[in-house]
């Protein structure tokens, strides 16, 4: 019985961490994604 | 940024994601195989270690978003800000994942989720004073305003950091100071669950640090990603 909770207190830690890392790569990639359209955009505007 | 500097942080960059995995294959082999079972609890007591450890780095965070705090609204250079928002993500984390085995460790031993502790109590509170700083941060529409006001309530919760800390002695709650004390003969009365705390420690100490370095990153991104959309509208 003590062996469940021992294996749900190490799931949580390990899912947690893997949910977070997941998001923040899934995040970084978008914002690289982002800033390199952006550039091209403002690369593509006609100088003032 | 200076070439030593630079130079450093790419050494930091590559040896901190195989000392983080080597260190943790340590841990997890000293919790799950070398450890021996505590005499009272059993082994639902190898959770302690991996609880532990996760308020190492909240506090860590925590620590480090109230001094990156004091630095912005002393200095207001973007990079603090930067720090403590990635800081405070971390934080959040690693505290839910502190809260949530220290719950599923209770279960067994004190027969119940969760009590009102004053320990737990302040943790909870803390982990609302954090959740605040980064509402308010997604809420505010003044960048500026939102930075300087998060910083107050990052700094804030330094108090809070500080009764956690003076809890079991001021109040005597049930939560056990394990690592002053020994209570009821349990603790850690064995050197290898001592070692095996510190490595744990260690591991998830140099977790924090790498995911901190990566989320710092992705913070830098997203203020290029901001200060490039007002170029584009200014040259609309």
Known sequence: MHDAFLIAAYAVVWLGVLVYVTSLARRSRSLEREVRELRELLARRPPP | MTETTARTRNATDVLLPPATIGAMMAALYLIFVVVPTDAFQGPVQRIFYVHMAMWLATFTAFGLVALASLMYL??????????????????????????????????PIWGTWWTWDPRLTLTLILWMIYAAYLLLRSLTTDPDQGASLAAILGVSGLLDLYLINRAVYWWRGIHPAVLVQRQGGSGLADPLMRVTLVVCMLAFFLLFLWLLRLRIGAARLQDTVEHLREQLTASA
């Open chain 2, 74 to 107: 002393w200095r207001r250079a973007p990079e603090w800000d930067r720090r403590g928002r990635a800081a405070a993500e971390l934080g959040l984390l690693f505290c839910t994942l502190g809260l949530t085995t220290g719950s599923i460790w209770a279960k």
